[in-house]
């Protein structure tokens, strides 16, 4: 079985200018991604997917490889990650497994990635998506209907804590699947997909300048382990 590690990371990010190739603690924003790609003993390849010429170096620099880059087509504000990775296996068409890393989740480790791999090979190839617990039930969430709030899961709204449901959610540090099946069904998010639960300290996922800020004071504070 050979594994693909994709990385992408385009130019234009608007949240937090040039994030990709910011310091972070020290290094890049991307580096921590590559690191623990290298680190984790199961990707054979770790490839930068980007369009633009500083990612591309920086992303070589830190030991990644950068074999293309990224169409135009491909790096708007509005290009669905599934066209990229498609992209990536059309040109890279000679692996069995495809684990998307996104630089915004800088505090995932090589253990991590390692991990999420393996019980993706575990469940017969299933997809592996990495989730931590939700920070805010959606049993106690709202919206607004007019001049009007409506509980969004109902009226059925459990009043103590204790009662509600545990629920997990997405972080977007790691994505595991088939490859060619991934290109077939166009999505890592199916009914039976197997998750990785991450901790919430890890599961940062850098859309503002207070995300990355708070993953600075959690690196600085509380490394997390390799």
Same mark, same amino acid.
């Given at each position: 079985?050979?594994?693909?590690?994709?990385?992408?990371?385009?130019?234009?990010?608007?949240?937090?200018p040039?994030?990709?190739?910011?310091?972070l603690?020290?290094?890049?924003?991307?580096?921590?991604?590559?690191?623990?790609a290298?680190?984790?003993?199961?990707?054979?390849?770790v490839?930068?997917?980007?369009? =633009?010429?500083?990612i591309a170096?920086?992303?070589?620099?830190?030991?990644?490889?950068?074999?293309?880059?990224?169409?135009?087509?491909?790096?708007?504000?509005?290009?669905?990650t599934?066209g990229?990775?498609r992209?990536?296996?059309?040109?890279?068409?000679d692996?069995d497994?495809?684990?998307?890393?996104?630089?915004?989740?800088?505090?995932?480790?090589?253990?991590d990635?390692?991990?999420a791999?393996?019980?993706?090979?575990?469940?017969?190839?299933?997809?592996?998506?990495?989730m931590?617990?939700?920070?805010?039930?959606?049993?106690?969430s709202?919206y607004?209907d007019?001049?009007?709030?409506?509980p969004?899961?109902?009226?059925?709204?459990?009043?103590?804590r204790?009662?509600?449901?545990?629920?997990v959610?997405?972080?977007?540090?790691?994505?595991?699947?088939?490859a060619r099946?991934?290109?077939?069904?166009?999505?890592?998010?199916?009914? =039976?997909?197997?998750?990785?639960l991450?901790?919430r300290?890890?599961?940062?996922?850098i859309?503002t300048?207070? =995300?990355?800020q708070?993953c600075?004071?959690l690196?600085?504070?509380?490394?997390?382990?390799?």
């Amino acid at each position: 079985m050979r594994t693909l590690g994709l990385v992408p990371a385009r130019g234009g990010s608007k949240g937090v200018p040039r994030k990709n190739v910011r310091p972070l603690a020290g290094k890049p924003l991307i580096a921590w991604t590559i690191e623990a790609a290298l680190a984790s003993g199961v990707i054979d390849r770790v490839v930068v997917s980007t369009d =633009d010429e500083e990612i591309a170096g920086v992303g070589a620099t830190w030991g990644a490889e950068i074999p293309f880059m990224r169409p135009p087509r491909l790096a708007g504000d509005e290009t669905p990650t599934i066209g990229v990775v498609r992209h990536a296996l059309e040109l890279l068409p000679d692996f069995d497994t495809l684990v998307l890393l996104q630089p915004t989740s800088p505090l995932r480790t090589a253990a991590d990635v390692a991990t999420a791999v393996r019980l993706h090979e575990a469940s017969q190839q299933r997809n592996c998506v990495a989730m931590t617990e939700a920070a805010d039930s959606p049993c106690w969430s709202y919206y607004m209907d007019g001049g009007a709030l409506r509980p969004v899961l109902g009226d059925q709204v459990p009043l103590r804590r204790q009662d509600l449901p545990r629920v997990v959610t997405v972080n977007g540090a790691i994505y595991v699947a088939n490859a060619r099946r991934l290109a077939e069904q166009g999505s890592f998010l199916r009914p =039976d997909m197997v998750p990785y639960l991450m901790p919430r300290e890890r599961s940062v996922d850098i859309d503002t300048e207070f =995300d990355f800020q708070l993953c600075e004071f959690l690196i600085r504070n509380a490394p997390p382990c390799k």
